[in-house]
């Protein structure tokens, strides 16, 4: 009987073991991770997320997300691999300064970043050159400037790709990638190298 009792009681704990490891990963999914951007003040242009980059260090995690500060170049390393999840809210801030020099954070103007997953931009499987990784390019900036933009409207492109093509959707990566950087106030547009 004390074998008995025994057996049970490793069936048990095996079966609450693989409920656990059964139900974690959705418990972990449910709370969304998402993205919070800060980017230099005013910025208007392509910045480049470069992804699994074993170099590169991880992503701050900050209120239940990861910070990606993007320098003026546009150019940001990560060793961590890309979270797509279609509930995630991402939030976009512009790093600022106060006239006495303290440094604040105040919100991208929402009509300056795309809504969805890829905010308009696209992924592509390697870094143009840029070391080891894949990349994500996504475009800031006003719709007026963005509609002059290549690319910067990722979406509207498999839209117009679908029209031409009989409904597909996958389209090969791009023959040339978008120069990350802060556009010249100028107001001419970035060309694709």
Same mark, same amino acid.
């Given at each position: 009987m004390d074998t008995?009792?025994?057996?049970?009681h490793k069936t048990s704990c095996i079966c609450a073991l693989l409920l656990f490891v059964s139900v974690a990963p959705q418990c972990a =999914?449910?709370?969304?991770? +998402?993205?919070?951007?800060i980017i230099p003040d005013k910025y208007v242009g392509w910045?480049?997320?470069? $992804?699994?980059?074993?170099?590169?260090?991880? $992503?701050?995690? #900050?209120?239940?997300?990861y910070q990606i500060?993007?320098?003026?170049?546009?150019?940001? #390393?990560?060793?961590?691999?890309?979270? +797509?999840? $279609? #509930? #995630?809210?991402?939030?976009?801030?512009?790093?600022?300064?106060?006239?006495?020099?303290?440094? %604040? =954070?105040?919100?991208?103007?929402?009509?300056y970043v795309m809504p969805g997953?890829?905010?308009?931009? $696209?992924?592509?499987?390697?870094?143009?050159?840029?070391g080891p990784g894949y990349s994500w390019f996504i475009f800031f900036g006003p719709p007026? %400037?963005?509609?002059?933009?290549?690319?910067?409207?990722?979406?509207q492109v498999v839209e117009e790709y679908q029209e031409t093509h009989g409904g597909r959707t996958r389209i090969d990566s791009p023959v040339s990638y978008p120069t990350p950087g802060r556009m010249p106030s100028t107001g001419a547009v970035p060309h694709v190298h």
């Open positions: 008995c009792n025994r057996n049970n =999914l449910a709370k969304s991770l +998402h993205y919070t951007f910045v480049q997320i470069i $992804f699994n980059d074993p170099g590169a260090t991880e $992503f701050v995690l #900050r209120n239940g997300g500060d993007v320098p003026e170049s546009g150019i940001c #390393r990560t060793s961590y691999l890309r979270v +797509h999840d $279609f #509930r #995630r809210r991402d939030m976009f801030y512009y790093r600022s300064q106060t006239p006495n020099g303290m440094e %604040m =954070l105040v919100p991208v103007p929402s009509e997953d890829s905010h308009g931009g $696209f992924g592509v499987m390697d870094t143009g050159g840029k007026q %400037m963005r509609a002059k933009v290549p690319l910067a409207n990722w979406n």
